[in-house]
Structure formats: C-alpha cells, structure tokens
C-alpha cells in the first residue's frame, strides 16, 4: 500500500501528514500568502523533506476551509475532499484512543464535534480561538507575532488582570475555589504591562474554550474533551485545563500530534 496523504488547509496555514499502513509519518505545517500557494508548497516540502516520490503516493485527501480552492487533482495524483468535521473527529479518535469525547478544534475559531463510535457529528462551535488572540494581540500589544506573545505572556502576572474568587471572598464559594476566575480583564488597568496584558489574552481565549466545551457536553454524559489545533501548543494549557478537570470533574486530553488531528483525520477517510 501507497503513502496517503492527509492536507488541511486552514485560513493561516496548511498541515500536511502521510500515513502509511495506520503509522504516521513527519507531519508538518507551512504558512504561505495564500491557501493554493500554502497547499502546494507544503506537499513539495513535504515530499523533499522526507525523500518521498509522486509515484509512492496512493491518493491525496483535503480538507479545511481552503480545500474549497483545489478542483483537481494535487500533482496528478488522486485526490479527494473530506469534511473538516468528519475529520477532525476521526483524527482526534485515532490519536487519542477514545471513542466517547468531544472533540475541541481550536483554529481561528472554535469547533466541537461529538464523537460515540462511529457516530461524529459537529455540534456547534464559538468565534473565539487563535484569530482572537491573534486580533487582541495586533491591538493591544502592537503585535501578531506568537512567539512574542508567549514570550511576554510568561513574564506576565493573571492576578493584575483578572479578578479572582480571592478577591471577592475570603472563604472559598461552593465548587470555587479561592483561585478560581471571577471575572476575565476585569482588573486590568490602562497603564497594564504588556506582559500581564498578553497573558491575561492568552487566558481568556483558552478558559472561555474550555467553559464553552464543558457546556456543549451537557445532558450527553461526555466526560473526555480531546483538544486538537494549534493553540495546544501553548504553554499555559498546561495550568488551565487541570484546572478546568478539578472544578467541573471532567478530563482534557491533548494528544501527541494535537496540531495535526484534522490532516490526521482526512487520510484516515481514505477508502479504495
């Protein structure tokens, strides 16, 4: 069996993975002018990269909101489409190992998708994710640059932003404890550190993803949340989710290709 080759191409970038025989190989991600030029630029690299020939190629699966602008097929090479939806689902599924979870997309936006065995469905989604961020950033920091922003985030302090439960009470609220949000900015004053501002940004986007999936999952007995999108690549994931488990005795999995799920997923629907 060929190398199948799963592409998503976003509205910022395009990641691009091979599977071969269910292993995946070198996934990558590219960002280009636009989402033709990030298409073909990636598989290119990619192929160069780890010394792939066309003709070991067995088929090309797209997906993402710039799959929309191919209409044949990639380099000659067989190529289908595949709702972003399906998957994400099926990329998260494969990843993870569960087959009961909502799946998170964090791209530009946020998506959830259900997944019960086979049965994946989108179920609704908010506008905030890494085009907020990336937004707040432009207008309050005077940048869009990530690394910059997560570099002053780290120095940043959450407690000159955001109003916390500590502050409003002096005894723990029921299910809240003392270092819960109260309230997101609220404490932010004019004068702010860039630092505190860039990680009270990053904070925000990443709680209110968080709360909106707990919400999504209720009345369905869903306890398993898989994050998937680039924004799980931020390091401060790693405080706000454990914190999110303990008040609302959930469990978010991030697993090890997160950014890649969604190109993941679009070669796994690959059938002959």
Same mark, same amino acid.
Request: hydrophobic share 40%; aromatic share 6%; net charge negative.
């Given at each position: ?26 996934? @990558? ?56 939806? @399906? ?70 302090? @959450? ?114």
């Amino acid at each position: 069996m060929g190398i199948v080759i799963g592409i998503d191409v976003g509205i910022s970038t395009t990641k691009i993975v091979g599977l071969r025989d269910k292993r995946v190989i070198s996934p @990558i991600r590219i960002t280009a002018a636009d989402q033709v030029t990030s298409l073909y630029g990636a598989f290119g690299k990619y192929l160069h990269d780890n010394k792939i020939a066309l003709g070991d190629v067995e088929q090309v699966m797209l997906t993402g909101v710039g799959a929309a602008y191919i209409d044949e097929p990639v380099y000659g090479i067989p190529t289908q489409k595949v709702d972003e939806f @399906i998957a994400d689902g099926l990329g998260a599924r494969f990843e993870s190992g569960l087959t009961k979870a909502i799946v998170v997309s964090m791209g530009t936006g946020t998506s959830f998708v259900q997944c019960e065995g086979d049965d994946i469905r989108h179920i609704g989604g908010i506008g905030i994710g890494g085009g907020t961020l990336q937004g707040l950033s432009r207008v309050m920091l005077n940048t869009r640059d990530p690394k910059q922003i997560q570099s002053l985030a780290l120095q940043g302090d @959450i407690h000159n932003i955001n109003l916390l439960i500590g502050d409003i009470s002096t005894h723990p609220l029921p299910g809240l404890p003392m270092d819960a949000t109260a309230s997101l900015f609220s404490k932010a004053q004019y004068d702010a550190p860039k630092e505190d501002v860039a990680l009270g940004i990053i904070i925000m986007v990443l709680q209110t993803i968080g709360s909106a999936a707990i919400l999504s999952a209720l009345n369905s007995g869903i306890k398993d949340f898989v994050l998937i999108g680039n924004l799980t690549l931020l390091p401060q994931c790693k405080d706000i989710y454990p914190m999110l488990e303990k008040l609302y005795n959930v469990h978010f999995h991030i697993p090890k290709y997160s950014e890649f799920c969604t190109a993941i997923g679009a070669a796994l629907n690959y059938k002959k």
